[in-house]
């Protein structure tokens, strides 16, 4: 077999692989389409804790939390607020938690809402975040 004739082979042979292992990939992403919507972001990144403080005649922490409208309609939130001595959690600590629901929150808006939660030691501080939150559009 003459060096030109196997050199051919070895090409066309290269060039079969190819097409075998690039035509399905190729064919996927044909297939596929566009894409698709991009996903919500997170209804946590609506909300935010903007106060932490202890109420000097029940001893109950209460937290202010703000929510900020997202563009995608009217809805509302129901934010967990967690309640802890510290902004770092023990390993194994569980911390206490109240749930507040904020309606009718129109896009852009910017509504407010307090969660009471359990009764405070006397010589701590306490600290308060989100720990999650949801949101329901209104139909």
Do not use: H, N
């Not at 399905?24 to 919507?37: F, K, R």
């Not at 939390?65 to 939130?77: D, I």
């Amino acid at each position: 077999m003459s060096a030109l004739k196997w050199q051919g082979w070895v090409v066309g042979l290269t060039v079969l692989a190819g097409l075998l292992v690039f035509a399905p990939l190729g064919l996927y992403v044909w297939a596929s389409g566009e894409p698709g919507a991009a996903p919500p972001r997170p209804a946590a990144q609506d909300v935010r804790v903007t106060g932490c403080r202890v109420d000097a005649g029940s001893r109950r922490v209460v937290a202010a939390v703000e929510v900020a409208g997202r563009p995608g309609g009217v809805g509302a939130y129901l934010v967990t607020v967690e309640f802890r001595e510290k902004a770092d959690p023990e390993p194994g600590e569980r911390a206490a938690q109240a749930l507040v629901k904020i309606p009718g929150v129109a896009p852009g808006a910017t509504e407010r809402g307090e969660a009471v939660g359990p009764v405070w030691p006397v010589a701590t501080v306490p600290w308060c975040g989100v720990a999650a939150a949801d949101f329901t559009p209104t139909p």
